[in-house]
């Protein structure tokens, strides 16, 4: 059933990586704000906001980021197949449609994973010496949350009109969403109303869970957000595959 | 009796109130280069698309290779090849990726990928990214992916359209060459003389109709029988006589040329009188219709319009 998609999947790989623009854009520009930012807190962690911040916020805003350029860049990609009449072609062959599309999933998640390990790596002593992040479960919940918000993506991409305006739309629709999400400021601290909002939106639940997971907390006590997530990615699949136009 | 591998019969589509095909009926030989040709817009590419199980027709029934193309769409695929219309691949795909991809889409066994791009003269593009090759390299690669699996039907789609003519006589070549392999094309065009020399047979589409199908010499013959002959001749006068022969319509005269406009065996008995009255010919051009004028008869209008 999936046949060509490991086949495909690596030369997406490589042609994402033959565009210079598209690769430093996804990858290196989140990992330099994460170093930057990092070396600006990092000379004053005296203040304690400062410093709770260096241990869970920016980590885990540099992640939200990786993961929002990530569906960004699923948005365009699929939008600029579509328009090129790339999707159709293959769709023309004996490949599955959701052999297509896992095909870019599986793109989106390495890239994901790469970007984080690139983290880790390059910003390894701006992460407070204190705190010892749970790598494997936090590898897993930032899958789980990447998974959850890039079938947004594919939402997005069955309703933007031209490949021109994926960008802009995608971006639109997620960085407000960041906004809500309780990454800059905690949920419990917004108006009712706008918490209310903020919890009917899945990247509040990624938050949720990555920052939980980064400071140690047992999954048990993020089950709700796993739950949540889940339930989005079915939702928004669901509804992709009823809207999604292949050209 | 020749084995049919495409049945079309009353196919219909339309997309909202538009309907791209009203009704489509034909089969297809075991063998042969069939063209669907009409201008652009009378539902070619819809009809083809349906063929290939791209679309779901709205009526009517199609058969390819004795399967249904909708629903048997994946069966069908491993033994068919198609090229689409203004498809496009990845940007920086190369093109022995892009072979080699295709190679791993189809169940059955797929033929060499780099003897095909050597038969298509793509080698030395090998490692070329696809948006770096010229017009005619794209629809050879496009060829080269609609042949990896040895179709028994190969599908091409406005092959030639945007190609200078010397592409074009190139990919003219190769499409005969899957014909002498034994293959059915089955192929749109909206150039009658691509038609003309490439096709054995062509089915005339207009406003999601089929109006005529037939070999181009038959359909020529059939509706077009006129022919006309230019000659120069040192003394004019002959015009009388070539009044008297049968079928001549009319002959005019324009200064030392004439002009005789019939049917039947016109050349034959022009040239008859020209050496029995010994007459000097300087200039001497028989002008048959073509596909063309075939479609101008039957629409009433130019196919380029």
Redesign the interface.
Known sequence: ML??LA??TW??I??FL??PLGAIGTIVVPVLVFIVAGRAISSKTQTPSMSSFARVGLPVMVTILIVISTVLSLVTIISI?RE???L??L??????PQTILSAHVLVKLLLTAASLLLMFLAGRRYIPPDVHPPIASFVLALAISTWSLLSIGFVIASIVPTARFAQPIAAVVLYPMAALSGLFAPVASFPPAIRALAHTLPMTYAVSLLQGIWVGDPWSAHLGDVAALIAFFLLFTALSVKIFRWE | MMRSVIQVSGVRKSYGSTVAVAEASFAVNEGEIFGLIGPNGAGKTTTMECI?G?RKPDRGSIVVLGLDPFREV?QL??RIG?Q?Q????????KVW?AV???A????KKTVDGDRLLDQLGLTDKRNA?FMNLSGGQKQRLFIALALINDPEVVFLDELTTGLDPQSRRAIWDLVRGIRERGKTVFLTTHLMEEAERLCDRVAIMEHGRIIDIDTPANLVFRHCPERSVVLEVSNPSIADRFKMIQGVESVERNGNQLTILGRGDLVTEVIHCLSEDRVRVTDFRVILPNLEDVFLKLTGRSIRE
């Open positions: 046949r060509g086949k495909l030369i997406e490589k042609i033959r565009e197949y090129g009449g790339i159709k072609r769709r023309a062959t004996p490949l599955r | 290939e791209l994946y695929q491993n198609v689409l203004q498809a496009q691949l990845q940007k920086r795909i990726e080699d991809l295709w791993s889409l189809y169940q990214w």
